[in-house]
Structures are given as structure tokens and as C-alpha cells.
């Protein structure tokens, strides 16, 4: 799956458990994908998906639950302008944000206008 040369280097590195791409984690009652996860296998979902305004995408992506309305629960993948920012989880008409600390939208990266640059800081 990997050339020699970054399997060398990859085993100069110091023992880390696993290596690989981290797309999603098992639960009890589903699996529920990774902000990478969701971006990577997202397009082929057919169901549990949530199509967010601008104001709700610019709150999601702090890492604010929004509220949204919907008659589906559980894990979704969640859309904007088509195109997929990750997962999250919809219950009882709101919409829990699953995005990273480290890859939340920060207030300075809000655009003139009130449209989010939509870049991870």
C-alpha cells in the first residue's frame, strides 16, 4: 500500500500503535464517520444527509450545535453548497457538531458579508 522509501522512513519513526487514515469509529448503535471520513465516503451515502444555510455552516464549523429541524436522527453527513464538511449527530432538532478542535472555523475567519471562508485555522 506504501512505496519502500516511506515504509523506511515511517519505521524510523518512533512505535506508534497504527498508521493509516483515521475515517470513523464504531458505537454501539452505528458508525460514525470522521470529519476525513465523511469527505472521503460521503458522496456515496444516499440517505442521512443535511443540506446547511450559511449562517448554519459558519456555527457548525466553530463547533456549535445548530438547530435543524428534520425527521431523521442518528449520525448525518452534513452539506453545504455541496459540498461535505463532515458529521454530525441530529437529535431532537439539534445538530451536534463533531468537528475537531484544532479544525474549527475561528470568528476572524468570517468573510465580509457573513460568508465563512470555510478553511480550518
Known amino acids: 500500500l506504501i512505496s519502500e522509501a516511506a515504509f523506511k522512513l515511517l519505521s524510523k519513526l ?3 500503535g497504527t498508521t493509516g487514515l483515521y ?16 469527505q472521503l465516503l460521503g458522496h456515496h451515502a444516499t440517505k442521512q444527509k443535511v443540506e446547511l444555510t450559511d449562517v ?4 457548525w464549523l466553530q463547533g456549535e450545535s445548530v438547530n435543524y429541524e428534520d425527521i431523521q436522527r ?4 452534513v ?3 455541496n ?19 484544532i479544525r474549527r472555523l475561528k470568528l476572524s475567519d468570517q468573510l465580509p ?9
Do not use: W
Not at 448554519?56 to 456555527?59: D, E, I, K, N, R
Not at 442518528?74 to 453527513?77: A, T
Open 56 to 59: 448554519q455552516a459558519q456555527q
Open 83 to 101: 459540498t461535505i464538511l463532515g458529521c454530525g449527530s441530529l437529535s431532537k432538532g439539534l445538530l451536534r457538531s463533531f468537528i475537531p478542535k
Open 113 to 121: 458579508g457573513g460568508e465563512s471562508s470555510c478553511q480550518s485555522p
Open 23 to 38: 475515517i470513523g469509529e464504531y458505537s454501539p448503535k452505528a458508525f460514525r464517520l470522521s470529519m476525513d471520513g465523511a
Open 74 to 77: 442518528g449520525y448525518v453527513i
Open 79 to 81: 452539506i453545504h453548497n
Open 14 to 16: 518512533p512505535y506508534t
